[in-house]
């Protein structure tokens, strides 16, 4: 029988890692002030839909990721997510949607394709897409626009005979 060793170096296994951090960093955003709270998102397009585990490769469908955008609420736009993956470098179009609901309500929406810093990310699995500047509009105020209003009702019982 042989004894192991004192000297002998114990293995940790971690299993590989599936996921993709993505960030983005959107500089120089005017009147950023005037989006409502919470009225920033986003969403990416030509990534992989899921993994399949027992082959270890991603699915080749690509899907429209949505994510969560914070504003520092003076000039940037930041982003941080997850996702599998992109289905495929050769053919692939990356285009990065901003959506914005305005203090007035108004909703705008900017997209920007980012396939290139995609497809040419130093590390495909933490891909920092950065552009700069977007340019918001004011809102609307003092009389401008349609605000349609609705008085109150009021309650009329009207018999039907029968």
Not at 1 to 21: D, G
Request: charged fraction near 20%.
């Amino acid at each position: 029988m042989i004894e192991p060793s004192k000297e002998s170096q114990t293995v940790t296994l971690y299993p590989a890692l599936s996921v993709c951090r993505y960030r983005v960093t959107i500089t120089n955003v005017s009147n950023l002030k005037y989006i409502s709270p919470d009225g920033v998102s986003g969403a990416l397009t030509g990534m992989s839909g899921g993994m399949l585990v027992g082959r270890n490769e991603l699915t080749s469908d690509p899907v429209t990721v949505p994510f969560g955008v914070v504003s520092d609420g003076t000039s940037t736009l930041t982003a941080d997510f997850l996702v599998f993956g992109q289905t495929g470098p050769e053919d692939s179009v990356h285009k990065l949607v901003i959506y914005v609901i305005m203090s007035d309500g108004s909703r705008n929406y900017y997209t920007f394709d980012v396939t290139r810093q995609v497809d040419g990310a130093p590390d495909p699995r933490d891909v920092h897409i950065m552009l700069d500047g977007l340019p918001l509009p004011k809102p609307i105020v003092n009389g401008g626009g349609f605000h349609p209003t609705v008085d109150e009702w009021q309650n009329v019982d009207v018999d039907v005979p029968m």
